[in-house]
């Protein structure tokens, strides 16, 4: 991994072993008020974007969550084969209490539940039909790794769907840095009730996030091909769209 001193320990392409560290432990304190403060930071438009995400999937497909978190897009996900997979125990104990909870009600078998990072995925070669990241991605030590873990566990056909932090062009990114800075900083704030809130960390791997080219530009290196890219409406978000080829 490049060194990564003078951006503070973050770059576009991923994140020194320490400051990841310090962004995990950050990031199992959000657990209390993590959909809270996400739905009041995008306007109430998560929901939509979580919404927009799962119309990826399809009943009977055998799916992959990396970096699930809490669980928030995994416990919409109805009538297919579930794995959720994170670096953190906190966030699967989490994920699992709410997401079996909702599975057994509707009949469903529990999800399986991994703890492990993206760049070391502890699963098969050619397994899922899906591979979903709901505000993740971002937070790889390295995107690159992680995407071709991704690959490797992907069937041939098999799709990735991303959905993070909008950055079209380093334009629309400094309008993102100024948001992050003031309006979510402003949010968690007063949700927290703590001036040194979690946000401020992920505040600052959005500062060293990379655009659209850059990421669509790796996928194809790891090998996706139809890679694309989107903002979703209202711009906060972005949506990439990537498949491992056929055979």
Known sequence: MSDRSDTGGFDASGIDEDAWTEL????????????????????????GMRKHVRNHAKPGMNILEVGCGPGSFAVGLEGMDLTCLDPSAEMLKVCKRRVDEIRSQKGETPAKYVEAIAEDIPLSDNTFDRVFCLFSFRDFKDKKKGLSEIFRVLKPGGQLVICDAGKANWLHGLFGRIYMATFVQWVARIVTKDPNHPWKWLARTYTHYGTHSYYKQLMKDVGFEEVKARLLFPGMSSRFKARKPEL
């Open 24 to 47: 995990e432990r950050q990031l199992e304190a959000t657990i209390p008020v993590y959909d809270k403060v996400n739905k009041i930071m995008t306007l109430g438009f998560d929901k």
